[in-house]
C-alpha cells in the first residue's frame, strides 16, 4: 500500500472550514483514498473517500489533486465535535488488502 | 446504517486469567471482521482477520496461541486474550467490511483491557 503523509496536528476555529491535508505520492492507479477519525476513546468513524473525482458527503467534502498525489479533506463548518484524530489512508477497493492506520493528524477545534 | 457492536467495553482481569471480547455485526451479515489492537497515545494497530468459518488470519508478530480469534457465524467474532499480562493492557477494537465493492468498515467502540 503506498504510505501518506500528514501533518501531526492541526488547530481550527468553531465554525471555520477545516482543512486536512495528506500527501500519497506512491499512490497507484487502482488505490482509493480513504478518510477515517477516531474521537478520543471511541472506536474509528468512516468519513469519505474517493479515487480522482472530488467526493461531497454529509460529514466532510474530499478534494485529489489531478496527479493524485495528494488530497485535502474539508469540514465546511467544524465543531467542537470534530475534535478527533483524522486518518488518511489510501488503498485499492479490493477485499483482500487490509485497512492500515499511519499516526494521523490530530485535530483541535477550539470555541 | 450498519452497526458494530463490542463488549465489554471495559474489563479488567488478574494477569494470568483470560478474557474473552465479543464483536457483533448488528444489522448485517460479516464473513470478515477485523482486530485492531492500540496502545495510549498511538495509531491502531491490525492484529488479525477473522473470517466465518475458517481460521483467522494473523498479522507478522502477533501471537496466534495468546489472541484466539473465533468467527463462528456471520455476525460474531471473538477475540480471547489467553493467559493476559500487563503488557497485554490496550484498547481493542473490531471492524467489519460494510457490504462489497468499496471497502469501507465499520468499527465497534471498543475495549478496554486492563491487566492488574
Known amino acids: 500500500d503506498a504510505k501518506t503523509t500528514q501533518p501531526p496536528s492541526m488547530d481550527c476555529a468553531e465554525g471555520r472550514a477545516a482543512n486536512l491535508p495528506c500527501n500519497h505520492s506512491t499512490i497507484s492507479g487502482n488505490e482509493y483514498v480513504y478518510w477515517y477519525r477516531q474521537i478520543h476513546s471511541q472506536g474509528p468513524q468512516y468519513i469519505i473517500h474517493?479515487?480522482?473525482n472530488n467526493e461531497t458527503n454529509e460529514m466532510a467534502s474530499l478534494i485529489i489533486t489531478e496527479d493524485r498525489k495528494s488530497s485535502t479533506l474539508i469540514l465546511p463548518h467544524a465543531t467542537l465535535r470534530d475534535t478527533a484524530v483524522y486518518y488518511c489512508i489510501v488503498k485499492t477497493s479490493y477485499n483482500t488488502d487490509k485497512l492500515i492506520f499511519g499516526t494521523g493528524t490530530r485535530l483541535q477545534v477550539f470555541p | 446504517g450498519a452497526v458494530v457492536s463490542q463488549h465489554p467495553s471495559r474489563v479488567i482481569c488478574k494477569s494470568g486469567t483470560s478474557v474473552k471480547i465479543e464483536c457483533r455485526s448488528l444489522d448485517f451479515q460479516a464473513t470478515t471482521m477485523f482486530w485492531y489492537r492500540q496502545f495510549p497515545k498511538q495509531s491502531l494497530m491490525l492484529m488479525a482477520t477473522s473470517n466465518e468459518g475458517s481460521k483467522a488470519t494473523y498479522e507478522q508478530g502477533v501471537e496466534k496461541d495468546k489472541f484466539l480469534i473465533n468467527h463462528a457465524s456471520l455476525t460474531l467474532s471473538t477475540l480471547t486474550v489467553t493467559s493476559a499480562h500487563p503488557e497485554d493492557s490496550s484498547f481493542y477494537i473490531c471492524s467489519a467490511r460494510i457490504g462489497a465493492g468499496a471497502n469501507v468498515l465499520t468499527f465497534g467502540a471498543g475495549s478496554r483491557l486492563t491487566v492488574l
Open positions: 474517493g479515487l480522482k
